[in-house]
């Protein structure tokens, strides 16, 4: 059933009178603000009345405040790299972690991103050293191995320097996928691959696990 004609010109009308409002709105800020909030809504998880507060909070803030601000971001722009042989974020390269005498260079966690390492490392019980991906095999974003940093954990297997390789992508659909790919092409190297536990979460309740997570549980069951 078709709406009246009436009710869609009062919808067009409505609609067009808020873009007006938001327009006026958003012309009542000074072009310089208008560009920081333009550029402020370009980060994650930033929306416009998000950009908008950063923004005043900025403006309202000393001049050596905003100065450093400013400063941090041209220094991480100018001075951030990443480490050639594993691909971590880093102010040196090689990275502190593969330059390290108290490490285990032999034992290398794979992870997705740079952020993932700071998870690892709150154990205090790993001694390796890291690889990154920057990413997760997805064929519906289009990324596909050739994406990932993968070419070079390979070399570094190759070179033979490496004992085992633990695969701790996320337990998604995506994670699993890499995981899976990594270990058909790292065991034809004849490295040991193995996989981070998945489960039941410390301090949770089983009558509330689902069904997958029960089941990567039991698959990750030890002797005790």
Not at 152 to 159: G, P, W
Request: with cysteine.
């Amino acid at each position: 059933m078709s709406c009246p004609s009436g009710d869609v010109g009062r919808n067009v009308s409505t609609t067009a009178f808020l873009i007006s409002e938001c327009s006026i709105i958003m012309s009542k800020f000074a072009e310089p603000m208008s560009r920081l909030i333009d550029e402020l809504k370009k980060l994650p998880g930033v929306g416009a009345k998000s950009a908008q507060r950063l923004a005043f909070h900025i403006l309202r803030s000393s001049d050596e405040d905003a100065d450093a601000l400013a400063a941090a971001v041209r220094d991480v722009k100018a001075n951030l790299r990443l480490c050639s042989v594993c691909n971590n974020i880093t102010d040196v390269d090689p990275c502190v972690y593969c330059t390290s005498a108290t490490r285990n260079q032999r034992l290398v966690c794979v992870v997705e991103e740079p952020t993932n390492i700071a998870a690892i490392e709150k154990t205090k019980h790993f001694n390796g050293v890291f690889h990154v991906l920057h990413g997760a095999i997805s064929p519906l974003h289009g990324i596909g191995p050739e994406q990932l940093r993968i070419s070079n954990l390979i070399t570094r297997v190759d070179a033979g320097n490496i004992d085992e390789v633990i695969v701790a992508t996320n337990p998604t659909v995506e994670g699993e996928a890499t995981a899976t790919y990594l270990s058909q092409q790292l065991k034809r190297a004849g490295v040991k691959v193995t996989r981070i536990a998945m489960g039941i979460p410390v301090g949770s309740d089983i009558e509330y696990t689902d069904e997958i997570t029960m089941l990567k549980a039991m698959e990750g069951r030890r002797d005790m």
